[in-house]
């Protein structure tokens, strides 16, 4: 049997779209001579199609793209993934199921449903979906095969999330072959622990395992494809590309053994996570533009290490004359700030455009004088300049349909080193689930075969230039002990005690969680952040805003 | 046996606060001659305490929160909800369990957990909690309880979300009383339900209910109160205060009869949906700044009926001492924009500014007009208005220490009626889920006892006021049809084709729906609303921003 793996990159609700290319594919792998075509997770819809599933209008549509999908499926079997209604509703449950169609001969032959339902992080699919409590092979050219979904394979023995394993089920059936389609969402250390588990489950269940993910960004959330094979002792058969969409082929004889039709490179160099992170962001950056319909993007250029990548990651990915840079300077911008982000322009070759901000923020204080008569200079001053940056750039966006793209790092938005509605605006933040030290990284990765961005630009320190002689480490710790206290906190949910418990300073330990919990309110109105962590803020961190605990 | 209903407002991760206010409620209860005091869900830590719940500190505290809580429950009993670690999760599931503590004699008897799981909407119980499986009843001084926690009460035969019913295998065991904790929120139309389905358990089971609910708003969740007292024929023997803390005593004899110790009004006249609003939006303000510290409001005063709505209803809920209302004229202001807003401000009593932004605009058109030479007026500008605005209002936020009232209402927040960053800004969206035909319902009720609202507000045609002789009714339909097709695609979940077959206008609601769909990327970035209906934007309306279907 001839197996061709699709890895490809949908789009939410496009239904047009996903099933053109899902037939095409069909045609292409035809020719080939492939006897099953494998498609991702819900492919039809794209994934996450959230609350759009509440609607049976769109639940509709999903069948209609599948009958479409099965007419053009003769003389070769196909996999999809697929919404479907929950037929047992009327005893209880969830109104559907994530299910997957095995198509052949123009019909659908077999409806398999998910069973273990990830609704942690980003994930919330028992919002949606009833979890399936029976499980049957797939019978198909002589070869029976188990088929399951994501999660379904995810119950590890280490941290049993769940009370069941439809393999453990499905294995009394005697398959000779697993396929697992899925929507796995890229994070820098995800794919080892995917093809660990992956691994694990071909050889605990003695079977090959065909493995296909999901490619490209649906808003936040990145999938990264390396879609897999594995024989039946655990071993890699092949490891497909990353970020981006491939339809690969191989042959599965009676004797388990695979045969890959195009060469493979096992064992590979792991990529390092600035590698992996560098790449997530440019898919991100260019669905999100592509998906929505917009070419042109802008930002504002403070001369400054963060908005330099995020000037030159725009321009890799949308192309230098997609991408407006705007330096707007105030009156506590040193002299440097222009010459390093005009340094960038030129080394980009992207637009720009100059705009001051002093008679701006003079205007607001003139306006405001009756009121702030008397009053020392503060936060207020200080953010009217933030603000005011933001006010010309959202002008610019809405006289020539760029889209704004914020330069907040994650460090700034876990301590909510930000001014809301000023350096928080933007369509999407392409480094909110970054540290300020792996923008470092980033910044000499990205100038890793010359000088691209400014070497000032990395080495000075760190400034918001919002008051005279400002610096970072006025009111934050150094980056390498803030990030570290961030990630114990964000990602590894460390208590305070526990922190400080790892040699970290007390007093340094708290004002940090504290300044994390105030800020929720400020990230609650932040724009989307391109996910590349196992933790980012957004929609996979959920926080009270009103709340005590640590505030 | 003489049971204590105590209905109070809690305040997420204050442990010192809660549990202080449990302990006090105890000894009051003790004092008066209760066995039990019932407090309501998950009452030790608020609720929804969202990802505070990863934290292991957290549950720890919980943990110690429930421990000085028994030593204090001597010589009375008391039911407390408390999430609790989940002891079998060596063989899968979640971290946690949803819980109630039963406690007597300075320790815990009982631990119940919860099993039916609301994941819907604003809830997101599956994300940390485990359903329990096995139910045991609680006996205490002579009578058998059949203790259970909100939704597990809640899967009725019409809808059944859940495939089990714990009540099923409770009534197994012959208990004599049933008591629910719950933690519901208020919806204007979610009372009616609660009680219908509370009487309907009742009846089915032939037992006395008692049913405590939380109080209090929790940032846009609003608990309503309301706890319900039910015969074993499903007769209601009390309905305690919406909106307001209540400590109540109920004699429960042998044969099941129940004899309130206060007086009560039953079969009261229900409330009209815009009296509950009424209610419910200041408690949710009121809550809002009371638990996170702040006392001042300021908000911008536009002459229209939403702000002075916004206005009225923050006077009243914080004290119009406390309200700053700034009037923030253009070029394009009407002259009745001031009158109209200048009365408000006398009618309430509250501060008011008055700062001119033409001046502002002026500048940021001067400082674009390299970039905007010779193009024409269009939104750039209309929304440089709204923005500088914003920026004006939060500057006095940052100065004075006040919090941001936003003054959208849901029809606008639905088509993206608004500029982001400039009237979408605040800390809290006041009028967020409630539509421009029900703001005016709103205005009248607020004005039943005499003019507070200027009528001329009430009755002028509503404008944006962005450009010469703007309208509303300029790009949107009537705010009757429009609210009617949003209700339908918001609430109801229907299809542009199952609208249309309403009988609307093809082309008016393909157009509608396309606006709420585009707009999802503002939406995102707005502050929290004060819910009050079944399906208002934030938590609860989860939706793909670059998505395809409709749009």
Not at 98 to 116: P, Q, R, W
Not at 124 to 151: M, N, Q, S
Not at 340 to 369: H, Y
Request: net charge negative; glycine share 6%; with cysteine.
């Amino acid at each position: 049997m001839k197996i061709a793996l699709a890895q490809l990159n949908y789009h939410i609700g496009n239904f047009d779209s996903n099933t053109a290319k899902i037939i095409d594919t069909l045609n292409t792998a035809r020719q080939n001579g492939a006897d099953l075509v494998v498609f991702a997770e819900l492919c039809i819809s794209g994934y996450p199609a959230r609350d759009f599933l509440e609607f049976r209008e769109f639940i509709g549509l999903c069948e209609q793209s599948a009958q479409k999908i099965a007419a053009a499926c003769t003389d070769v079997a196909c996999i999809i993934g697929i919404p479907t209604p929950n037929k047992k509703k009327s005893k209880g449950g969830k109104d559907l199921h994530n299910s997957a169609y095995f198509i052949a001969d123009g019909e659908v032959k077999y409806v398999v449903n998910k069973a273990l339902l990830p609704n942690y992080d980003v994930f919330d699919e028992y919002r949606y979906f009833e979890p399936e409590t029976e499980f049957t092979c797939v019978d198909y050219k002589g070869h029976r095969i188990a088929l399951t979904i994501c999660e379904d394979l995810w119950n590890t023995i280490e941290n049993p999330l769940y009370i069941s394993r439809p393999m453990d089920v499905l294995i009394e059936q005697k398959p000779d072959v697993m396929i697992n389609i899925a929507a796995s969402p890229f994070a820098y250390n995800h794919d080892e622990e995917r093809i660990a588990i992956l691994s694990d489950n071909a050889k605990r269940y003695n079977l090959p395992l065909f493995y296909v993910n999901q490619v490209g960004a649906q808003t936040e959330i990145i999938f990264d494809g390396g879609s897999l094979v594995f024989d039946n002792k655990g071993e890699m058969v092949d490891e497909m590309p990353y970020f981006k969409e491939v339809l690969n082929y191989y042959n599965l004889n009676d004797d388990a053994i695979i045969t890959p039709e195009q060469p493979v490179t096992l064992m590979r160099q792991r990529q390092t996570d600035i590698e992996q992170i560098h790449q997530g962001l440019l898919l991100g950056i260019r669905d999100y533009f592509y998906k929505s319909g917009f070419k042109q993007a802008i930002l504002g250029l403070s001369g400054g290490i963060d908005s330099a990548v995020v000037c030159a990651l725009a321009a890799e990915a949308l192309g230098a004359q997609n991408v407006m840079a705007v330096l707007l300077p105030s009156k506590y911008s040193t002299g440097h700030s222009i010459t390093d982000a005009e340094d960038l322009v030129r080394n980009l070759g992207c637009k720009s455009e100059l705009v001051e901000i002093k008679s701006i923020t003079d205007a607001f204080e003139t306006a405001l004088q009756p009121q702030f008569e008397g009053l020392p200079f503060n936060i207020a001053e200080e953010n009217l300049q933030a603000r005011s940056r933001a006010v010309v750039l959202m002008a610019m966006c809405n006289k020539f349909g760029y889209i704004l793209l914020n330069t907040s790092n994650k460090s700034e938005a876990a301590v909510g080193y930000g001014t809301l509605y000023g350096d928080m605006c933007g369509g999407i933040s392409v480094l909110g689930d970054v540290y300020k030290t792996q923008v470092y990284q980033l910044a000499n990765y990205i100038n890793r075969n010359g000088e691209i961005i400014p070497q000032n630009s990395i080495v000075k320190p760190p400034s918001a230039e919002l008051r005279p002689d400002q610096k970072d480490s006025d009111s934050l710790p150094d980056y390498d002990t803030l990030d570290t206290i961030l990630m114990e906190y964000v990602e590894n949910r460390l208590s305070s005690a526990e922190i400080i418990a790892l040699g970290y300073d007390e007093a340094t330990v708290r004002r940090v969680l504290k300044l994390v919990n105030t800020a929720e309110h400020k990230r609650y109105q932040t724009p989307p952040i391109l996910r590349v962590s196992p933790k980012a803020f957004g929609m996979g961190r959920r926080m009270p805003i009103v709340g005590k605990y640590l505030s």
